[in-house]
C-alpha cells in the first residue's frame, strides 16, 4: 500500500512539474501606460472583431492578425449587426458600460490576453468574481476556459 501512495504522490508531482514547464499565457488588466483600449471602443468597432460570449464573458479575437482564441461548444458568437445592437442593447447600461443582466457582481474593465513570448490575443470583459483563463494550444492558439464562480449563495 505504501508503494501505491509513493507512486501516486511521484505521478502528482510530476504532472503538476509539467503544468509549470508549459508556454504560459495570462490575463492582465490594462496598465495606465498603455493606449487604452475601452468598451465603448469595443462596442463601437465590433466588427473589427471575432466576439465570443458565455454567461458574464466576452471575449474580442481582432480579426487583423495571425492569432486565433478558441472557445468551448457552450459560448455564443456574434455573426452580424442586428444580434451585436441587440445584445448591446440588452445588456449595457445607460452610461455605456457592459453588465450583462444575469450578473451578480461587477465586470471587470477591459484586459488583455497574452501568450508565450508576449504575443497579444485579444480583449476580456468579465465579472469581476468569475474565473477566466487562458491555455496555450499552439504557437498562435489559445483556448479560454470560463468557471463561473457562484461564491456564498444559496
Known amino acids: 500500500m505504501k508503494t501505491l501512495k509513493f507512486f501516486s504522490l511521484m505521478f502528482i508531482a510530476f504532472v503538476f512539474i509539467l503544468g509549470c514547464l ?12 498603455d493606449s487604452k483600449v475601452t468598451q465603448e471602443k469595443l462596442i463601437k468597432n465590433w466588427s473589427d472583431y471575432d466576439i465570443w460570449f458565455k454567461y458574464t464573458v ?36 445607460s452610461n455605456g458600460k457592459i453588465d450583462p443582466l444575469w450578473s451578480y457582481g ?4 477591459v484586459r488583455e490576453i497574452w ?12 465579472q469581476t468574481r468569475d ?21 456564498g449563495r444559496p
Open 58 to 93: 466576452i471575449a474580442f479575437d481582432p480579426k487583423n492578425d495571425d492569432k486565433k482564441i478558441l472557445v468551448g461548444n457552450s459560448w455564443g458568437t456574434v455573426k452580424d449587426q442586428e444580434s451585436w445592437t441587440r445584445i448591446v442593447k440588452e445588456n449595457t447600461t
Open 131 to 151: 474565473l477566466v483563463n487562458a491555455t496555450v494550444v499552439d504557437e498562435n492558439t489559445v483556448r479560454l476556459w470560463h468557471h463561473y464562480a457562484d461564491f
Open 106 to 109: 461587477s465586470m471587470t474593465g
Open 115 to 126: 501568450g508565450p513570448d508576449n504575443q497579444f490575443y485579444g480583449y476580456l470583459i468579465n
Open 22 to 33: 508549459g508556454a504560459r499565457t495570462s490575463i492582465k488588466n490594462q496598465s495606465a501606460d
